[in-house]
């Protein structure tokens, strides 16, 4: 079972940047499909973006074009770079590693 902690959460202005970081521990993400949701009080949690084993990547459309996953399967780390952040992107965003193993969240805030 894999355990994940996020970080890199804030506070920024509109049209900034921040770069969140997944660091996984306990199994091997390498092997898992992993993905960044987000969620705001009294909606449901949302996907953001999901990376493959493989590196490859999909986007919500709300984010394409502004946001970054990556992943680093050596160093058990797992990357959303979010640039020309919006008010709407305020949220706890949280990593996913396979189809059930989250993290604690991290907030961003965006005004």
């Not at 770069?19 to 499909?33: E, H, K, P, Q």
Request: aromatic fraction near 8%; hydrophobic fraction near 30%; glycine fraction near 14%.
């Amino acid at each position: 079972h894999v355990q994940l902690v996020e970080s890199g959460g804030g506070s920024v202005q509109t049209g900034g940047s921040l770069r969140l970081s997944c660091v996984a521990s306990g199994d091997t993400i390498g092997r898992y499909c992993m993905g960044w949701f987000r969620q705001i009080p009294d909606k449901e949690r949302e996907g953001v973006a999901g990376i493959e084993s493989d590196g490859s990547t999909s986007y919500a459309d709300s984010v394409k074009g502004r946001f970054t996953s990556s992943r680093d399967n050596d160093k058990q780390i797992l990357y959303l770079q979010m640039n020309n952040l919006k008010c709407d992107d305020t949220a706890v965003y949280y990593c996913l590693a396979g189809v059930n193993s989250w993290g604690q969240g991290t907030q961003v805030t965006v005004s």
